[in-house]
């Protein structure tokens, strides 16, 4: 009970994303005692007319008490579920938000022998159009006055550089950056946050981690199916703004940053924003866009619609470590395969007596899903009588390797952060700016039409211009293993 009684208020508890992430998160720590029974209450609140029981049932289908709980089965999900309360109101009520402060401060009982600090967590599973009046109404009536108030937010944040601003304009009005905590699920994936780890703790990888020795960065997210019934909200956004502005472009800035003086998360924020500002402006013989045959089939998407579900781009970074550097980023829906993973593929061995050339370059993977895994692809003697070279790996797979770990849900983590006011993985109002800076006067010409798209195969590997565009950035080549 560090901080007294916790208040958690699901905004949108009736929704998908609550339904599908922010309930079933919360029941993960809960069933592993990080939101112990007794100084916890959740609150949901939405528009539709619920009963407690009838949110409760909504929930309980998406909970699962899985390996890591501390009691078995039912019990636990029962126990979870009484910990919810229901609040129904429309987002622009005063009275709603009246109401919801009631049924906060209820449970609080704060003074004569009940908490001294008490902590209030607003977690907005809404559409961004409706977080500036939420946010107004959270901060008119329910404040936390015994103790910290946070906010979770998530993307979109805007469509481009000016909503954005604008957006984070009338939120830093209403609280301070300390208060706001900006999702980005992948900074919560488990090989995202190793990326740190990883590059700073192991002798191995700090000289070679620059130009000299790196040919090129790839960072690869292929979806295998396509946007199902989301057509209506994807068409507005698009794959870039849906995954590279924020989750790739995150990965890259973890690859790409400097040492930071410690991992605070303020010295880690400062060192993802100076790569963010060294990105070059990005050129269109460095962009391929595909739309995949069947999209405009999904409902809510125009016939006409020009927006992307497949793009490459090549991202260049001005500084001593990376320039000359290609970071390929790829990122498309209904494609061949689902998988999401950072290569980065070394240059050639100086007077190569061994013919490494054939055998393909040395590689280093991190997989994020499926199934978690970093190797190396290096050339070793091929077993036998022979002085033959041959690719091979240098393999750590989480599953084999961590056996009886549960690796937990990038929500879980991002949740038990916010609860505990760690603020490194997540997004800082400068760093949004500069991603959005990157890629707005790209998405305009998008957005008009200047920039068209290419038609791919649903299950393909994408637009086959897209593979043109990696070979021609020239430094790639398949590995052969
Ligand atoms: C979301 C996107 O942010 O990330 C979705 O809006 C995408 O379009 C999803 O499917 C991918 O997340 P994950 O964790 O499944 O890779």
Same mark, same amino acid.
């Given at each position: ?99 919801? $402060? ?279 003697? #091929? ?66 039409? $200047? ?26 080549? #398949?590995?052969?293993?």
């Amino acid at each position: 009970n560090q901080g007294g009684f916790l208040s958690v208020v699901v905004l949108g508890a009736s929704g998908d994303l609550a339904k599908k992430k922010t309930f079933p998160a919360l029941f993960n720590l809960f069933k592993q005692g990080f939101i112990p029974t007794g100084d916890v209450q959740i609150i949901g609140y939405a528009r539709s007319k619920l009963t407690n029981d009838e949110l409760r049932k909504r929930i309980a289908g998406n909970l699962k008490p899985g390996k890591n709980a501390l009691q078995d089965g039912q019990a636990v999900i029962s126990e979870f579920l009484k910990l919810i309360t229901y609040v129904a109101g429309a987002y622009d009520s005063k009275e709603g938000f009246m109401e919801l $402060e009631k049924a906060i401060a209820s449970r609080e009982n704060v003074g004569d022998g009940g908490s001294s600090s008490t902590r209030r967590l607003f977690y907005l599973a809404l559409p961004p159009s409706v977080y500036p009046l939420v946010s107004k109404m959270v901060h008119a009536h329910c404040m936390n006055k015994h103790g910290w108030t946070r906010v979770i937010v998530e993307k979109p944040f805007g469509k481009d550089l000016a909503s954005s601003e604008e957006l984070s304009g009338q939120l830093g009005e209403l609280f301070t950056e300390d208060q706001l905590y900006r999702i980005d699920h992948y900074l919560g994936k488990e090989i995202v946050q190793n990326l740190l780890v990883m590059r700073f703790a192991n002798r191995f990888f700090i000289p070679l981690w620059n130009r000299d020795n790196i040919a090129n960065v790839q960072i690869v997210f292929k979806e295998d199916f396509g946007t199902e019934g989301r057509g209506g909200y994807f068409d507005e956004y698009g794959i870039i703004r849906d995954i590279i502005q924020n989750h790739l472009l995150q990965v890259l800035c973890l690859v790409a940053m400097e040492k930071p003086v410690s991992v605070s998360p303020e010295h880690i924020r400062d060192e993802k924003v100076k790569v963010l500002k060294a990105v070059q402006p990005i050129k269109d013989e460095d962009v391929v866009i595909g739309q995949y045959e069947g999209y405009k089939d999904d409902e809510g998407v125009p016939n006409d619609s020009n927006t992307p579900t497949f793009a490459t781009v090549i991202v260049h970074i001005n500084n001593e470590r990376w320039d000359g550097v290609p970071f390929i980023i790829k990122a498309g829906k209904a494609l061949d395969s689902r998988k999401a993973e950072i290569r980065v593929q070394f240059k050639d061995v100086p007077g190569d007596i061994f013919k490494c050339k054939k055998q393909g370059r040395n590689e280093f993977v991190m997989r994020l899903q499926p199934s978690e895994a970093m190797y190396m692809k290096l050339t070793v003697k #091929r077993p036998g009588l022979d002085m033959a070279g041959t690719q091979s790996e240098l393999d750590l797979s989480y599953r084999e390797r961590y056996q009886d770990i549960v690796i937990p849900e990038a929500y879980e983590r991002l949740l038990l952060d916010t609860i505990r006011g760690d603020q490194q993985h997540f997004v800082r109002r400068d760093e949004l700016r500069a991603a959005w800076e990157i890629f707005t006067p790209l998405l305009h010409r998008i957005d008009c039409g $200047e920039f068209k798209c290419l038609n791919y195969a649903s299950g393909g590997r994408g637009p086959p211009e897209s593979d043109d565009l990696i070979s021609r950035a020239g430094l790639w080549r #398949r590995c052969t293993a």
